[in-house]
Structures are given as structure tokens and as C-alpha cells.
């Protein structure tokens, strides 16, 4: 018999105590400094040395040692794609998966429980405020494209006119509809919730946007911070990001730094945390990008824009970038907006009555098909 560690397991120092995590079945348990000394020898497949034969066989029974040819090794074996994407992922998904006898609390429950909470420890600020004088937006227009139109017209472009800067009215159409405030709900015993035009857990609405000006008639170029409460942009850096500052922040993609407006999007914490404070909340946090990209998308595609989103993003720079820590504020990813380049706005029409169909592409190096 050759056994081994499990590599499902992960091991933690806590308080000088070496603690085991079992995200299978949501098990954790401290671990006796024999073992500390003893699994470093397990590693890799070995035959228990006859002095580990009782550990060697209490581990087994608690699943820290796998046997060669056990289910448990065959179901190490069978991972599919968690083997490429790595141990962290891997651990973070079955520790925030639920099981059959997890118990949701009553929307009842949860209520006294926030109102409790909110007399000790008050909610976040639904709103980020910088402290420098904020660029007024003119008011949006309204969307009129019809909706099953725009969702048939939404693609994404990757190929943008030269010479083409956004209007400032289109700007602040997409940023009041991608980000902007719809209603406020005043709850006795909560305080005020916000309603956009994206869902978001808990009316929680913890994305960011940040505008990266670049050619726009009307706003002067540079990165600014969009404050939905006042619709309006908040001026961070005055000179607009080079090609190559762009290029690397978004993964040295080259169609990134031809769009004349970029949307950096990132995630406040403590406000999705407040209220929901278990790590399955990080989850949500994705799905509510990805509602508010789509209507980024949707807006964009209703006012005759080109638009591209991306989550490949270097976020140690975007971080240094904004003035971030990743304690407290996430880079999350990027849409881009501008004009379509003709041909593409051709392809895409022809696409639409029929054409043929295929991929926007930026036609360079980058993606290798030409």
C-alpha cells in the first residue's frame, strides 16, 4: 500500500496552531504535532514506514492520507478543469459550496438580524467621494432602440474609428444607465437602498466605475472616478493614460487602447460584507459585474456604439493605479465604447440581415489571423 496527502486539503497556521481544511466536506481540525512532522514524508506516494503505522491509518480514517487506487485518489485524478486552474480556485469553490443540510435564514431572521447589526456598526456609504471638483454631466437621453433590436444588434467590437470621440451626451447616456442611480427606497431600520438598471445582491451595489477619458468632445481627457449620487465625473489624473499605460493594464490586448472611453470597474468590499458577511459573497460579486457589463453593452449597442469588456486585467497595477488595496477595493475589469471602424460597422450590420457570421477582431499581431 503506497498512500499520500490529499491535495483537496489545505493547511493553515492559526495561532501557532496548524489547522487542516477539508473544503469537501466543510471540515476543519487541528492538528498534533507529530502529524506537523510526519506528513512532509507523504507528500508524494509512500509506503508508511512501520514507525507511522498508527498515524498512517487514523489519517487515512480522516481523509488527510489518500490510498493509491482509492475512490479518493480516482477522484483526485478526475478534477477536470479545477487541475489547470489551480488550488486556490479550486479550494475557494468547494469552500463556498453549499451542501444538502445547509439552512437559509427567513427573510424575517435576516431583517432582525440587520437591524440589530445596524444599531452597532453602520452600513457602508452606497457612494465613493473623491475630494476634487467634480465635472457636471449633461443629462442623459433617453434609450429608444427597442430591446429585442439591441439584444440582437449586442456584439462585441474590437475594431474602432480613428478620429471619433464620444460625445459628452453619449457619455453620460452610458454612464447614467450603466451606473447611474434609478430609485431610492427609504426602510425604516435600514436607511436608503439604491435601484440601478442592473440587479445587484442585497440592492448592495458595490461596483465602482472609473472613466478613462481619452478622446471625448466636451470632457478633457484623463482618469476619472464617476459619482452616481451628483452624475457626475470626478477628476483623478488630468493627462490621459499612454497607449502603452493601457495596454498594460489590460493585458497587452491591442484593441484596449484604441477605444476613445474605457469603464475601470471594481468592487467596494464592506458594502456587499455588511450584509452578507460568508465568503460566498465574493461569488456575487462577479454576477453583479457581469449584470452591469451587459448593460454597458446594452446601452452602448443602443447608441450606435462598439463595445468590448475584458477581465484580463494586471490588478497590482490597476490597484497602484487608483489607489487601491485589495483589503478593501477590487479591480474587477474594463468595457471600452467608441465608433465602430466602417468595415467592422459593416460586418456587423451584414451579420445582422443574414451575412455571415463571425468574431470582431482588431486585425493586427495580437490575435494572430492575419
Known sequence: M????SRL???TCRNG??????????RQFALRPAVWALLPRYTAWQEPQEADTLVVKQLLEAGLLIEEGSPEHRREETLGPWRTWGTAVTYFHLATRTHDDERFVSAAEDTARLREKGEREPQPQPFKRYDTEPVALPAPDPLTLELGRALRRRRTTRRFAAGHPLSVRRLSTLLHWTGGV????????FGVSLLKASPSGGSRHPVEIYPVIRSAVGIPPGLYHYAPDIHALEPLREE????????HWCGDQS?????????????????SAWKYPMGRTYRALFADLGHLSQTAYL?????DLGVFFTAAIRDETVERELDLHWNSEIPLGVSGFGVPDPQEAERQTAMLDGGPTGFSYPRDAWDGLE
Do not use: K, N, S
Request: with cysteine; proline share 9%; hydrophobic share 45%.
Open 182 to 189: 434609478q430609485h431610492r427606497v427609504d426602510l425604516p431600520g
Open 240 to 247: 490621459p493614460p499612454a497607449d502603452e499605460e493601457i495596454l
Open 255 to 271: 484593441f484596449t487602447a484604441r477605444a476613445p472611453v474605457l469603464f475601470l470597474y471594481t468592487a467596494v468590499l464592506e458594502r
Open 9 to 11: 486539503l489545505i493547511f
Open 2 to 5: 503506497r498512500v499520500r496527502v
Open 17 to 26: 496552531q496548524l489547522v487542516c481544511d477539508d473544503p469537501v466536506d466543510h
Open 299 to 303: 446601452a452602448g449597442t443602443a447608441l
